[in-house]
């Protein structure tokens, strides 16, 4: 599909955006894996008036990513662990460059939601919240969203024949704790 075609589909539904104040978002997977896709469809929804988001790990060169967030209103950016060494054992890359390009983007005043997506005994830790907690504060205190980790694919997962995540499902009063050491640092924070 060309951008032209996913924009004629996007545009179905623009009386809907505009109506809810939502708009479309670029997700993935990674959709810096697809800049150019990626980069026009964004420019056409923008220029057809619809409210365009960008949903990323900024695990990219910064030449790529710039070029996307000029038509992007508002950025989703996840991150998954503040420790270099652990994120590259947990997704196989480091954060360095991902860091490096939150930062760019806060400098240079782009709009940007920080994403945690929780997950108990990998990302909970007291240290890489606190470490979170303080790249917040250094960004600017954009706000964040916890996404904490749920059970409801499990049945999915069970009826396609594989086994659930390993996972277990937080219970609310630590999710609040999370959520009110992570509001320590004068952001605003979300459970979604």
């Given at each position: ?9 996007v545009?179905?539904d ?6 809810s104040g939502?708009g479309?978002?670029v997700?993935?997977g990674?959709?810096?894996h697809?800049?150019?896709?990626a980069a ?9 008036g619809?409210?365009?988001v960008?949903d ?6 910064w030449?790529?990513l ?7 209103d ?6 998954k662990?503040?420790d270099?060494a652990?994120h590259y ?5 480091d954060?360095?460059l991902?860091l490096k ?5 806060a ?8 994403r945690?997506?929780l997950?108990a005994?990998i ?6 919240l ?11 205190r954009?706000k ?12 999915k997962?069970?009826?396609?024949g594989?086994e659930p995540l ?9 999710v ?8 320590a640092?004068?952001?605003e924070v979300?459970i979604?």
């Amino acid at each position: 599909m060309s951008p032209e075609e996913a924009t004629e589909i996007v545009k179905r539904d623009a009386v809907f955006y505009r109506n809810s104040g939502g708009g479309v978002t670029v997700s993935g997977g990674e959709a810096l894996h697809q800049p150019g896709f990626a980069a026009e469809l964004l420019k056409q929804c923008q220029a057809a008036g619809i409210h365009t988001v960008l949903d990323t790990a900024g695990h990219a060169p910064w030449e790529t990513l710039v070029e996307i967030l000029r038509y992007v209103d508002l950025t989703l950016y996840d991150l998954k662990h503040m420790d270099p060494a652990e994120h590259y054992r947990l997704t196989g890359v480091d954060n360095v460059l991902i860091l490096k390009n939150a930062r760019l983007m806060a400098k240079k005043g782009i709009p940007m939601v920080i994403r945690l997506p929780l997950i108990a005994g990998i990302n909970d830790s007291e240290i890489n919240l606190r470490m979170l907690r303080d790249f917040i504060i250094e960004v600017g205190r954009p706000k964040v969203e916890i996404l904490a980790y749920h059970n409801l694919g499990d049945a999915k997962y069970l009826a396609l024949g594989f086994e659930p995540l390993p996972f277990s499902q937080y219970q609310k009063a630590v999710v609040r704790y999370i959520k009110e050491l992570l509001s320590a640092s004068g952001a605003e924070v979300q459970i979604l």
